[in-house]
């Protein structure tokens, strides 16, 4: 198999990056030997006057293959550490070949131009091969480019961080560098990423023009200059010191300390920044190394990249022919469909949006319309594009509309008897192919089936609130939903690009077993003394976007109590009875009408605009805080636990198959601490024996919630790891 391949254009030689086999290119060791052989075949060649790189697929690069960096270390034996800073510097000094380009040492003259040819999206080390060239060209309204790695656990180590930082600055670069955005192609001119954005069709040759009329002084990089001096000062300077400070102030107030990856980018730039660029190259991969070495990296790409990605694939997809939706059927306008609309619009599929009334109808189409209009006025779509995604949304209050529909969702108000009603009315119109799904976050699905005819193709598919900026779908199979109904769902999730869980039926499914728990441990620990601040800091020093308590108020207090109201009804005697306190609390909240966010009170005051001001003092008139306030880390742990313990039951359940689910579910679904990799990931690098002692401890501290299951139990007496007892069958490892 080949990756890069060499053709001549007269006088230039085009270096096409194109790997066999894959719809993206992806760099593997591979692939960087063969563009290294051809960089050092072009530089030697007599006959080229200059270099194009580009790609031969429609996007330019999807970045490093990181099972490739997994590989690396887990072949080297007892040196892992150096087998990674040597393959990193490999990289580096393949990248600096070209960036110098045969340019004489001394008089930095008779180097040959290097220009890179971006057709689409570019991410990864795919952009750092565009930053070494010395001109870059990007196809106009061709997807996105950046240095996404920080979001997967890495930073940019293949000289993106060194390059960037001291092409734009520090503070410049923070944006990029630090929170991983990719910028569609005029926004990555403004910040540097590349120099010109041309017309699809005249991308190769504009690239090969620059190269034919380019002069020594192009292509000789600012820092390889004798006046060079970095951009917004250097550490020791006065201006470049407060940047620093500033930085390194930002990055542990978004991080808490605990992402390795942003700490090690910064203290990459900082030092790299006081030194010649191939010393601060050197710095850099050292500080690469290092973050690769850390274990939270390894759970982070095994999770947010191996595992997401196999996900999203389809690795738990059953054997069944293309399920890709033609026509949905949206059952229900308000916000939840509204937004399952909007997403389905937006990946081209047509949708029939039914309410009661055609005017409900049209103001749930209406969401779309605003949704549009705000993306027009940040230039993130264009007017075309709105329009013809409004198009796709009919609104109607007729059931009959939704005859040809070969997936319908149903998203009416969360109560069995009006699913089943409406459950009813639509399969009577519809097809025989047709699938019915249910969006429910609690409603067992296999009792919502009863309605239907046709249990086997009657399945749950929850999307979490807002639909647009959620990237989870979990779906949930019924006791007699059938492969095909699963398939269909996982095309359906596929092509609104979104990543699926499929997890069996049983209560509150796989993320709201989790969740609540959560919640609960928070509102309990307010009722036994602990302070509202230390609980929700807590939470937030574990890299939870949101503490329990803020997150009970954005999910409504009246929302905790109905659940509540309706799980004791439902499991009777067996009810836990240590949920008490934790159920007069919401009560009582209730019944003063802080019902959370949307009544504008709740465990946090808010001020006449909705902006939260503080969390309430009045809670402190019913649960004043003890005296006495408990450590840090049992506050944590038992926050921890609470929901770790319930993805390790659910998976003795049966109700998860497969711990990737668990584990991508849990950080994309409620943001569970994205550093650990997972509630499996989080257990494994505690190690299970550890973990197994801290249940005993917490559970002789606060009860039998806490109790070790029994396969963590044998887990711990045998040594073992969830990602290796449990590891898919040819699913890589991190």
Not at 156 to 177: C, D, E, I, K, N
Not at 570 to 584: F, H, L, Q
Not at 662 to 687: E, M, N, Q, R, Y
Not at 690 to 706: Q, V
Request: net charge negative.
């Amino acid at each position: 198999m080949t990756d890069f391949r060499m053709e001549k254009d007269g006088d230039i030689a085009i270096l096409t990056w194109d790997a066999e086999g894959r719809s993206m290119n992806v760099m593997t060791r591979e692939a960087f030997a063969e563009l290294d052989a051809l960089i050092d075949a072009a530089l030697s060649d007599d006959s080229v006057k200059g270099i194009v790189l580009t790609s031969g697929k429609t996007d330019f690069a999807g970045g490093m293959d990181l099972a490739t960096l997994a590989s690396i270390r887990d072949e080297a034996g007892d040196a892992p550490a150096q087998a990674l800073f040597d393959f990193t510097m490999a990289g580096h000094m393949a990248l600096r070949k070209l960036e110098r380009a045969g340019l004489d040492p001394k008089t930095n003259k008779g180097g040959k131009p290097v220009a890179c040819a971006i057709p689409g999206t570019c991410a990864g080390i795919g952009t750092e091969i565009a930053l070494a060239c010395h001109r870059r060209f990007m196809a106009e309204g061709r997807g996105r480019i950046g240095l996404p790695e920080i979001k997967v656990g890495l930073f940019p180590g293949g000289g993106g961080t060194t390059r960037y930082s001291r092409m734009v600055g520090a503070l410049q670069a923070a944006p990029v560098l630090l929170e991983g955005r990719m910028l569609d192609p005029r926004a990555a001119k403004s910040a540097q990423l590349i120099d010109e954005v041309v017309p699809a069709e005249e991308l190769l040759d504009r690239a090969k023009d620059w190269v034919r009329t380019a002069t020594d002084a192009d292509i000789v990089k600012p820092w390889d200059k004798k006046d060079w001096k970095m951009p917004g000062g250097a550490p020791y300077h006065p201006a470049g010191f407060m940047t620093f400070v500033g930085a390194s102030a930002m990055v542990n107030h978004q991080t808490q300390g605990v992402y390795p990856a942003a700490k090690a980018l910064l203290s990459a730039i900082y030092e790299g920044a006081q030194v010649p660029f191939d010393t601060a190259l050197k710095i850099e991969a050292r500080w690469f190394t290092s973050v690769l070495m850390d274990p939270t990296s390894s759970a982070m790409i095994r999770t947010l990249f191996l595992g997401k990605q196999a996900l999203e694939k389809g690795a738990n997809r059953p054997e069944a022919p293309d399920q890709s939706v033609q026509r949905l059927g949206v059952l229900g306008a308000g916000m939840m469909g509204a937004g399952i609309a909007l997403v389905a619009a937006q990946a081209g599929i047509d949708v029939a949006l039914l309410d009661q009334s055609r005017e409900a109808a049209e103001k749930g189409r209406a969401y779309t319309a605003d949704y549009a209009e705000k993306g027009i006025k940040r230039g993130k779509t264009t007017p075309e594009k709105a329009e013809a995604m409004l198009a796709r949304i009919h609104a109607t209050d007729d059931v009959a509309d939704l005859a040809d529909c070969d997936l319908i969702v149903e998203a009416v108000f969360e109560d069995p008897t009006v699913k089943a009603e409406i459950t009813a009315r639509v399969e009577a119109v519809l097809g025989e192919e047709a699938i019915f799904a249910t969006n429910t976050s609690t409603l067992p699905i296999t009792d919502l089936a009863k309605a239907s005819k046709r249990p086997d193709r009657f399945i749950g598919i929850h999307f979490f609130s807002p639909v647009e900026k959620m990237m989870l779908v979990e779906i949930i199979k019924g006791r007699e939903t059938g492969d095909r109904a699963v398939a269909k769902a996982l095309d359906f999730v596929r092509q609104i690009r979104k990543t699926p869980i499929v997890v069996n039926d049983a209560r509150f499914f796989y993320a709201n077993r989790c969740i609540i728990p959560y919640l609960n441990e928070g509102a309990r620990m307010v009722t036994e003394g602990v302070a509202p601040a230390l609980i929700e800091n807590a939470a937030k020093l574990l890299g939870f976007p949101l503490g329990p308590l803020q997150l009970i108020d954005e999910t409504s207090i009246d929302l905790a109590v109905k659940i509540s109201k309706a799980t004791k009804a439902a499991m009777g005697d067996a009810y836990p009875a240590d949920m008490a306190p934790v159920d007069e609390l919401m009560t009582w909240l209730a019944g003063e009408g802080r019902m959370g966010r949307k009544a504008g009170a709740g465990f946090y005051a808010y001020d006449d605009k909705g902006k939260r001001t503080g969390l309430w003092h009045g809670l402190a008139d019913r649960h004043a805080p003890a005296a006495t306030q408990p450590e840090l880390t049992e506050v944590q742990h038992r926050l921890m636990f609470a929901q770790v313990l319930e993805a390790v039951r659910a998976l003795e359940d049966g109700v998860l198959m497969d711990i990737r689910e668990g584990d991508v579910g849990a950080i994309l679904g409620w943001g569970f601490a994205p550093w650990s990799g997972g509630p499996f990931s989080w257990l494994d690098l505690l190690g299970a024996p550890y973990a197994a002692a801290r249940c005993d401890e917490l559970a002789a501290r606060h009860g039998d919630r806490f109790a070790c299951p029994a396969l963590l139990r044998e887990m711990a007496e045998r040594g073992e790891r969830f990602d290796r007892r449990f590891t898919a069958p040819g699913a890589d490892a991190a």
